[in-house]
């Protein structure tokens, strides 16, 4: 059965992200909006509505949910109008979507039931229960905020965040994603800050803040660490671990290594 949708492409102008050299506030973008249950134009407050399955997309990124509002600032040509049809030097400046929503762009996607896009800052905001973003094997989740910011390749998972690979796991109060789109591998660096703990089959490392890399399977542990192999532990400074080896071992740091052997019975 086809879908009976209402579409209509906006002539409007998406604010340019700061940093991008070059680049210029005036010149205008398509945005691409449509919905199952129709488009309102609420013209006093300064809004759009779409309901009911809703998308809106803008070069190489979409977000959809069950409701988007897309806000907008009027520009120079549109003072003392009264033209309903006159779209024209309109500035969206925010997105809010509301209800399953999913945010996708190149080789991710994030899930949440509410977002906020703030478009000048090219910066996605999700929260809700279950939030996620998965690229290529690895998955992040988080239990506060999930943040996706386009312009710097950069995700921010906030409050319980774990990265899992496979059976690897890495936890932490605050994680930070580097995504490298350009390369076969994702995500090319991952920071970890806050109670951090990494736990493989065979190893649990803890820690207050870490560095790991998909790439190597190479993660580096710092504060206060303590490794737990069975009954044996190593406690330092700081730590390199092999996630895909398993081995791990005490590095640099000033303060004196200890190791807590068990012996077997």
């Not at 809004?47 to 409701?67: C, F, K, P, S, T």
């Not at 229960?129 to 988080?142: D, P, S, V, W, Y």
């Not at 995700?155 to 890495?170: E, F, N, Q």
Request: aromatic content about 4%; overall charge positive.
């Amino acid at each position: 059965m086809m879908r009976a949708a209402a579409m209509v492409i906006l002539a409007l102008i998406l604010a340019a992200p700061p940093g991008q050299a070059g680049a210029k506030k005036d010149v205008a973008q398509a945005l691409e909006i449509e919905a199952d249950n129709g488009i309102e134009w609420n013209r006093d407050q300064r809004m759009y509505v779409a309901r009911g399955n809703a998308r809106a997309a803008q070069g190489g990124a979409e977000i959809l949910a069950d409701e988007l509002t897309a806000y907008y600032r009027d520009g120079d040509d549109d003072k003392g109008q009264a033209d309903n049809d006159k779209k024209d030097g309109q500035t969206i400046f925010r997105v809010d979507a509301d209800g399953n929503v999913r945010v996708r762009s190149q080789n991710s996607q994030a899930f949440g039931d509410q977002a906020v896009y703030h478009v000048e800052q090219a910066v996605f905001v999700l929260v809700g229960k279950a939030l996620r973003m998965e690229t290529g094997q690895i998955k992040i989740t988080a239990r506060d905020s999930l943040e996706y910011w386009e312009d710097r390749q950069l995700a921010v998972a906030r409050g319980g965040a774990i990265v899992t690979s496979g059976d690897r796991r890495l936890k932490a109060d605050i994680l930070t994603a580097h995504i490298d789109n350009q390369a076969q591998r994702d995500i090319k660096r991952i920071d970890a800050f806050g109670n951090v703990v990494i736990s493989t089959r065979n190893v649990i490392a803890r820690g207050a803040e870490g560095v790991y890399n998909p790439g190597t399977s190479i993660a580096t542990l710092c504060g206060d660490v303590k490794i737990t192999r069975g009954a044996n532990q190593l406690n330092g400074e700081c730590a390199e671990m092999n996630l895909k080896s398993g081995k791990s071992r005490l590095i640099g740091g000033r303060s004196r290594v200890k190791s807590l052997l068990s012996p077997k019975k």
